[in-house]
C-alpha cells in the first residue's frame, strides 16, 4: 500500500471522501433486495447532483492544494488480495491519460474475495457477508486483474485469471452513478449491460465496460464519444438468461484490450490482441481526477 | 483534456508513476510503427473470393465513406451463414471496428488494426494456439466474461472477433464452437479507396521490379550469348 506523506490539503480531501457519511448508506440495493432490476431510468436531477458532489470536493481540494496530483490509499499493481490468484508480474500503464472511467468516488476490488462475494473467508460455509459492507466502500484499493477465474490470460501467472478491474461506485446503490468514456473514441459495441469503446488515437485501445443498467445506456454503436462523456450507469446487471434476469455485485468491470506485438529471438513479431491489466492506469486516473482531470466533462 | 492525453502517450518509454519508496515502477509503451500490409496476400485472397462469390458480397453494404477511409484490408463474412443485414464499419484509417448484430442478443465484433504496442516476452507466445479447418492462420481464443474472441495476424494486420450474448446462456456463448463458425466466415476480404490505391501502387511496384528483372535476366543472357 502507498505510504507517501500526503500533503495536509489532501489528507483533508481524504477525509472528506471517505467520510462516514458515505458508509452509512448500506442498505442493500432495491434490485437485488427486490430480485428484480429496476427498469426505469433514474432520474437526471439526481443523479447528476451526486455526482457533480462528488467531483466538486476533489476540484476544491486540488485547487486549493495546488499539486500536480493527488494521492489516495492503494495497493501497488500487481498486488492481489491474500488468496486470490496467482497474480502477475508485468507492470505497464497500458493506457496513460485515460478519463477515470466512473464519474463519483469510487472503490478498486475484488467482488470475489470481499463481503458479499462467494470466496470471502467467514465461519460460515454460505453467509458470506453483505456486499454492502463497508470494507467494500473504503480504500485501500486492491488490484483484481489475474483474480482466480479459468478464462486464459497469459499475462498472469496461472495463465489464466480475471480479464479487467472491478470497480464499486461511490456508495452501495445500483443505478445512480455513471460510467463515463475513458478516451475519446467510437461506441463499437452495445449489448444488455456492456458497452465498447474503441479509442480515436493509436494504438487504438478497446475499453469495455460490463454490467451497466440498460435503460439508461446513452450510447449506441457508431456514437463519437468524447473523453468523460456519459455510457451509462453503473449498476448490477449480469443479463437474462432463460428469460430470468441475473445480477452481480454493483460494480463497473473495466477491461483494456490493445493490439500488441512480441519479438521473437529470430527477430520476427508475434501479433495479437491482448487484455491488460488496466490497474496502473486506473491509479493514475484516478489521482488526476481527484486533481480535476475530467471532473467538469460529460455532456 | 486531449493535450493531457497526448503529452502523456508521448512520455518517455519508463517513467515511475510512483515515488522512491517502494511501489514498482511503471511502464509506459509507445506504439510501434503501422505495420505493413501483405498486399500481395490481400490480392491473392481478393481474387480468389471475388472468383467464387455470387455477387459483390457484404462489402457493399458497407458505408463507402467508412470504407474509403480504411487504410488496411476489411475482413469480411463471406454471405449466407451469419445475418450481415445490419453490418457497420467505423473507421480509424489505420484500424477499425464491424459490428454484425445477430439475432437474440448475440453480438460479433470485429477488429483490425494495424499499430502495435510492444508486448513482454510471452504475452503472445504463451497463449494457446487453435488450428481451424480451411483458416490458414494460427487463431488465439479466449473466453471472455460475456463471450468468446479470437485474434489473429492476417496480411500483416492484427484482427479480433468477439462474440458475446446478452445472455450467458445462448449456445452462441457457451462453447466457442459458433465463434469458431464465424472465424471460417470470416474469408472475405474488403478495401476501401485508400487500401486499393496502396494496393494498386504496390501492384506498380511489383510490376516495375518484375520488369526490371525481366530486363536484366535478358541482358545477363545476351552478354552470355556474346562470350
Known sequence: MQTRTLQPALIGLLFILAGCDRFTQTAEPSSSSSGTEVSSPVS??????????????????????????????????????????????????????????????????????????????TTSASNHGSQCDAKNYAYPWHDNFCEARSWTNPVCASGSGHQGQDIRPSTCKANLYWAIAAEDGTVTQVGSYTVAITGN??????????????????????????????????????????????????????????????????????????????????????????????????? | MAAIMAAMTGAADAQALQGNNGPPAVLQRRPLPPAPVQWQAVLDRLARVRASRQGPGVVARLVKSELDKTELPVLLPREGVLDTAK???????????????????????????????????????????????????????????????ATFTRYGMVYSLDVSCDDAAAPECKTDGFLKTVITQFDDVGLGARAQAEAERFRANANQTGSLVDQLTKSFRDLTKGG
Not at chain 1, 485515460?98 to 476490488?109: E, G, R, T
Not at chain 1, 454503436?221 to 455510457?231: A, P
Not at chain 2, 445477430?102 to 488450428?131: C, D, E, M, W
Open chain 2, 87 to 149: 453490418a457497420r464499419l467505423m473507421s480509424f484509417g489505420d484500424a477499425y471496428a464491424l459490428d454484425l448484430p445477430q439475432p437474440k442478443g448475440v453480438h460479433i465484433t470485429a477488429y483490425g488494426n494495424r499499430t502495435f504496442l510492444p508486448a513482454p516476452a510471452g504475452a503472445v507466445s504463451r497463449r494457446p494456439i487453435t488450428r481451424l479447418k480451411d483458416v490458414a492462420e494460427d487463431i488465439r481464443i479466449t473466453q471472455m466474461e460475456d463471450g468468446w474472441t
Open chain 1, 44 to 121: 437526471e436531477p439526481d443523479v447528476s447532483a451526486e455526482a457533480s458532489a462528488d467531483l466538486s470536493e476533489a476540484s476544491e481540494s486540488a485547487s486549493a492544494s495546488e499539486v500536480a496530483l493527488a494521492d489516495f490509499p492503494h495497493d501497488d499493481p500487481t498486488k492481489l488480495v491474500s488468496g486470490s490468484g496467482s497474480g502477475y508480474a508485468e507492470v505497464s500503464n497500458w493506457a496513460p491519460g485515460i478519463c477515470f472511467p466512473i464519474q463519483s468516488v469510487a472503490y478498486a476490488n475484488s467482488q470475489v474475495y470481499s463481503p458479499g462475494g462467494d470466496h470471502y473467508p
Open chain 1, 201 to 299: 488515437a493509436t494504438p487504438h485501445r478497446i475499453y469495455r465496460y460490463l454490467h451497466m443498467q440498460k435503460a439508461s445506456v446513452q450510447v449506441a454503436v457508431g456514437d463519437h464519444v468524447v473523453r468523460g462523456q456519459k455510457l451509462g450507469l453503473v449498476s448490477n446487471n449480469l443479463g437474462v438468461s432463460n428469460g430470468v434476469q441475473q445480477y452481480t455485485t454493483i460494480h463497473l468491470h473495466f477491461e483494456v484490450r490493445v493490439a500488441q506485438a512480441e519479438t521473437m529471438s529470430d527477430g520476427k513479431q508475434l501479433a495479437a490482441n491482448a487484455f491488460v491489466p488496466p490497474y496502473a492506469a486506473l491509479v493514475d486516473a484516478y489521482q488526476r481526477r481527484l486533481s480535476g482531470d475530467c471532473a467538469a466533462a460529460t455532456p
